[in-house]
């Protein structure tokens, strides 16, 4: 089965060797260094900044065809032909070289986290009582206290739904098509209102094209209906199977086709997903409050990824993410701030073999085995569609749901909750890991089922009842942040947790604040101290976290915004792209023509 794989370029420093993508690439993601007199009120406008865009393609000698923004602070830049290798490297270091740049990555190809498995009778013991298997769910006690409500919305990002199967029926709002590449797209045009899934294959007579050449033969996956129905199915129906919510609607947001999606596409759809608004696409009537990515890189958090997180988490969206499947460290979005990235155990509580582990995996939830996978609705068409059916999947894909789902109900139970509250709760109620006799530890080795700790796979094993509860109850301790004013870049801004409140008969014990996102690392003076200050280093829009915990153990989390605004001359460095003047962006660029004579020499 087709592993996920996104090559991603980082921020590195000036003239640094770029990360080369395996696969041809024809869009490049570029984010300008803000001008001196632009500030969080009054940004850039776009048509200026795609001017700048297109001066510094010029400068840089790349042809361009066209270019758009993507989210807030990046562009993507459209060149006439595909690059690869040696050539798309040489491509993003020049624009690196411009001192306007902060930093440039290609609009790589995301693929799905999905395993194949083998059918298998045990059909949803993932969602039963924890009695006979360890890591099931303990959905019935959830839902004695609610089965979710019908305006909650969670969106599922992937290849797209199935959107007539029966057991979806009156369960689906209006979604939309961000698959913006015809050759890619299996429904014969670009972006539109339609996000039904027409199939995701890879044939052999494929591959022999260069566009698939390095794409997995394999068939249709309908790995987006499989996850709508694992969040909410069509329930008390006399039909198929149970979701976890069975009243909340479910958006279908369709970012990829054929050997995954682009990561642009991927970004757009999450944006819009959100309610946030994407040009050329209609406004989203139903934004959702979850969104499910159970998509995958083989590289870090990149700045458009943490830039789009931040604007879905500021407009209240928890976004989901699957650990991935390579049993080994998670790569992005799961190690992106902000996130709550779910790996998979096994029925009996241990880490599967294939999941990903360690410090940046939130909380585990069932991913199934070869022996026991997950059940839930399918299609049996191995191309084009064929019937609506169910079938049984394993992998951290269908972990992610299983916590998306519960999210859902834990916003009928509480509707205020925000993204990092539905965590931290989520967190909270989680059980304790499970230790199987003989079992090896997961830091000893992640690549066969291990025995889990909360710095390997996450807080604990998802309690759909406990979660429930938990959104309920009025004791948890309240994180309050003081709002901060825009200050020059280079200055600190006041960290105020003083407004913060213990629940009734308790007392805050522990304060801590950590930076979310930034385009540099910020200095925080005490980060155990409710009043303390952070220096922010160049201009930019930072996110800090505050977490308080009173003497019961309990949890709240409040995010605070800050603003560093640039200074006469632009401001300096920022974070992985540019040079700090016009002097070694013209140094960089004689070096550079140096180097290509001397190879022509050679």
């Keep these: 089965m087709l592993k996920f794989i996104a090559a991603a370029l980082l921020a590195v420093p000036l003239l640094a060797p770029a990360q080369t993508s395996q696969e041809p690439v024809r ?46 602070h990046h562009q993507l830049l459209r060149m006439p032909a595909a690059q690869s290798g040696a050539q798309l490297e040489a491509t993003v270091r020049r624009l690196r ?40 769910m303990n959905m019935p006690a959830a839902w004695d206290v609610t089965t979710g409500s019908g305006s909650v919305v969670v969106a599922v990002l992937d290849v797209g739904v199935r959107l007539n199967h029966p057991d979806l029926a009156g369960r689906l709002v209006a979604g939309y098509d961000f698959v913006s590449e015809v050759e890619y797209s299996n429904d014969g045009d670009g972006r539109d209102a339609d996000p039904n899934d027409p199939g995701d294959w890879v044939s052999e007579s494929d591959k022999r094209s260069p566009l698939f050449s390095t794409c997995d033969t394999e068939a249709s996956s309908w790995h987006g ?25 479910v958006l279908p947001v369709r970012i990829a086709g054929k050997c995954g999606a682009l990561l642009s596409d991927l970004l757009d759809g999450m944006r819009w997903a959100a309610g946030l608004s994407v040009a050329g696409a209609p406004a989203n009537a139903t934004p959702a409050r979850v969104l499910n990515l159970s998509f995958g890189g083989d590289a870090a958090c990149s700045p458009s990824y943490q830039d789009v997180i931040d604007e879905i988490t500021d407009a209240g969206a928890l976004l989901v993410v699957a650990a ?22 096994q029925e009996d509580g241990r880490k599967t073999a294939y999941s990903n582990y360690g410090a940046r995996v939130g909380i585990s939830a069932p991913g199934g085995t070869q022996t026991r996978p997950i059940y839930s609705l399918d299609n049996n068409g191995i191309t084009t569609p064929g019937v609506d059916t169910y079938g049984e999947k394993l992998g951290t894909s269908f972990s992610s749901p299983q916590a998306a789902g519960v999210a859902a109900l834990m916003l009928a139970v509480n509707p205020a909750l925000t993204p ?10 989680a059980r304790p890991h499970v230790a199987v006799a003989g079992a090896l530890r997961c830091s000893t080795n992640g690549t066969v089922p291990c025995n889990c700790d909360t710095s390997t796979c996450g807080a604990g094993l998802l309690d759909g009842a406990q979660a429930v509860l938990a959104a ?22 006041a960290l105020n947790g003083n407004g913060s409140t213990a629940s009734t008969g308790a007392s805050i014990v522990a304060y801590r604040w950590a930076q979310v996102s930034g385009p540099a690392t910020a200095s925080i003076a005490n980060p155990s101290a409710a ?32 603003t560093a605004s640039a200074n006469g001359s632009g401001g300096d460095g920022g974070g992985g792209g540019g040079g700090a003047s016009g002097w070694w962006w013209g140094a960089g660029l004689w070096a550079l023509a140096l180097l290509a004579w001397r190879r022509r020499a050679a």
């Excluded at 991935?324 to 992106?336: K, L």
């Excluded at 990092?420 to 109620?429: N, S, Y």
């Design 225 to 249: 209906t499989f996850i709508a129905g694992q969040i909410a199915a069509a329930t008390n129906n006399g039909l198929g199977v149970a979701g976890i919510d069975w009243q909340a609607k």
């Design 27 to 72: 869009n490049l993601i570029v984010r300008l260094k803000p001008q001196a007199e632009s500030t969080a009120s009054t940004r850039e406008a776009p048509q200026a900044a795609r001017e700048r865009l297109r001066s510094v393609a010029n400068a840089a000698g790349v042809g361009f065809e066209d270019e758009r923004t993507v989210g807030r």
């Design 472 to 493: 309920g109850s009025s004791l948890v301790p309240r994180a309050v942040a003081a709002p901060v004013t825009t200050v020059p870049a280079g200055n600190a801004v």
């Design 531 to 562: 009043n303390t200050t952070a220096t922010l280093p160049v201009a930019g829009s930072y996110v800090f976290s505050l977490t308080v915990t009173d003497n019961a153990g309990q949890r709240d989390v409040a995010r605070l915004a800050a």
């Design 97 to 136: 070289l411009n001192p306007d740049v902060l930093d440039v990555e290609p609009d790589v190809r995301v693929r799905r986290l999905a395993v194949p498995s083998d059918p298998d009778y045990v059909r949803q013991w993932h969602l039963q009582a924890p009695t006979t298997y360890a890591a099931a």
């Design 324 to 345: 991935g499947n390579e049993a080994g460290a998670v790569a992005r979005p799961a190690d992106c701030n902000g996130v709550l990235a779910v790996g998979a155990v």
């Design 420 to 429: 990092a509250q539905l965590v931290v709760r989520m967190q909270d109620a």
